[in-house]
């Protein structure tokens, strides 16, 4: 918008404003592919480097029709404490490699590496896993994940976090069956309890949500 301005005052020549343009053309298209290269790297970095071994065998071992926690972060760690009072066996994978040995050492099975890696989702049994629970904020691992996660197991149930609508649409069409949006679930649930307050019913109040989500 700037370099449109400014092109139109004349303080920009049109071959400036070409390069430019092309400059953020590039940086768009080679943005995503880069991260995800600068990540493996990173991991396999991480990897090599000395390190306190983690503790435990094979966290996944045994496991079938388990869940598939991404992300063991406070809302990881919730939805692994349901599964566990429930009975319902489950893995988690977590980028951070302090945070997962810290949880092994509790005795969590948390499986350490990135959640969009293929040998990680094998090593936490996706192939004979239930359900696949994304709970990072990384868009790009998600979609990764979730990509491997629905052409190793086609029957495998999916529930992944988005920060957009645009996110939303193309988890969607990735075969995600549920793709929780925090912002807009946070302000539903603030919606939820203001209505409440003023007498408003159950049955109206998800009425107003669902035309609000439609609007």
């Not at 290269?37 to 991480?46: E, N, Q, V, W």
């Not at 692994?80 to 951070?96: N, Q, S, T, Y």
């Not at 052409?151 to 193309?170: F, G, K, L, Q, Y």
């Not at 302000?187 to 409440?196: D, S, T, V």
């Amino acid at each position: 918008m700037i370099a449109s301005a400014g092109l139109a005052l004349g303080a920009v020549a049109s071959e400036t404003f070409s390069l430019a343009m092309g400059a953020v053309v590039i940086s768009i298209l080679t943005a995503e592919p880069l991260l995800g290269l600068a990540r493996r790297i990173g991991t396999r970095f991480d990897r090599i480097t000395s390190r306190e071994p983690m503790p435990g065998g094979e966290p996944a071992a045994g496991l079938r029709r388990h869940a598939i926690i991404v992300g063991y972060g406070r809302v990881g760690r919730a939805v692994a404490r349901v599964l566990e009072a429930r009975g319902f066996g489950w893995v988690a994978i977590d980028g951070d490699y302090s945070h997962a040995r810290e949880a092994r050492v509790s005795g969590a099975a948390v499986i350490y590496g990135d959640a969009g890696a293929q040998s990680v989702l094998d090593q936490a049994r996706v192939v004979e896993a239930h359900a696949l629970i994304v709970a990072i904020p990384d868009a790009l691992a998600t979609r990764q994940a979730v990509g491997y996660a629905r052409a190793r197991n086609p029957r495998i149930e999916i529930v992944a976090r988005a920060h957009s609508d645009a996110e939303e649409a193309d988890l969607r069409r990735l075969g995600v069956a549920r793709v929780v949006v925090a912002e807009r679930e946070l302000g539903n649930e603030l919606i939820r309890h203001a209505l409440r307050r003023f007498g408003v019913s159950d049955r109206e109040v998800a009425a107003l949500l669902v035309d609000r989500r439609q609007r």
